[in-house]
């Protein structure tokens, strides 16, 4: 997987949190059998940050944790991009960009006794998981999202 890390933080989170980043990710991404040419970014901001994020395209005013803007969510009106096999090989499939707030990430950690390193793995495959399909707005969502985060969570290492 392509993945790019942008650190858009005051305090700069440290090499050891990106490479979990990016671990975590390619470590899930092989999970649920990802495409090896999909691509996507993390950007990792302060609570005012996603707080104007929330604020513009969701109309919360407030900060949040992590927000996920997948690509290829297709709307009513939208027409569905049809490729043939080999086309679909060799361009990228871009499954979106995912924010986190570090802030956020340290006031949960501390809230839920766990690690730092724990949250943001958590948070991260929380939003990479929405940017693959997944939901958890219905309960039968839920059901299938939350155990898959788990069990992922799980198998790489970060239970709580």
Same mark, same amino acid.
């Given at each position: 997987?392509?993945?790019?890390i ?12 990106l490479k ?15 495409p090896?040419n999909?691509e ?5 901001v302060?609570n005012?940050?996603i707080?104007?994020?929330n +604020?513009?395209? +969701?109309?919360v005013? +407030?900060p949040?944790?992590? /927000?996920?803007?997948? /690509? ?6 939208? !027409?569905?991009?049809? !490729? ?5 090989e060799?361009i990228?499939?871009?499954?979106g960009?995912?924010f986190?707030?570090v802030?956020?990430?340290?006031e949960?950690?501390?809230?839920l006794?766990?690690s730092f390193d +724990?949250?943001?793995?958590? !948070?991260?495959?929380?939003g990479?998981l929405? !940017?693959?399909?997944?939901d958890?707005m ?10 898959l985060?788990?069990?992922i ?8």
């Amino acid at each position: 997987m392509d993945l790019e890390i942008y650190d858009k933080t005051a305090e700069k989170v440290t090499e050891d949190q990106l490479k979990l980043i990016r671990n975590v990710l390619n470590f899930a991404g092989e999970y649920i059998h990802l495409p090896d040419n999909a691509e996507m970014s993390v950007t990792l901001v302060n609570n005012d940050e996603i707080q104007r994020i929330n +604020r513009e395209y +969701r109309d919360v005013d +407030r900060p949040t944790d992590v /927000i996920s803007f997948a /690509i290829e969510d297709e709307g009513e009106d939208d !027409l569905p991009i049809i !490729l043939d096999d080999t086309l679909k090989e060799e361009i990228p499939q871009n499954i979106g960009d995912i924010f986190v707030s570090v802030d956020k990430v340290a006031e949960q950690a501390d809230y839920l006794e766990h690690s730092f390193d +724990r949250e943001l793995g958590f !948070l991260v495959v929380h939003g990479f998981l929405h !940017l693959n399909g997944y939901d958890h707005m219905k309960k039968e969502d839920a059901d299938v999202m939350f155990p898959l985060q788990k069990e992922i969570l799980n198998a790489y290492g970060l239970k709580r």
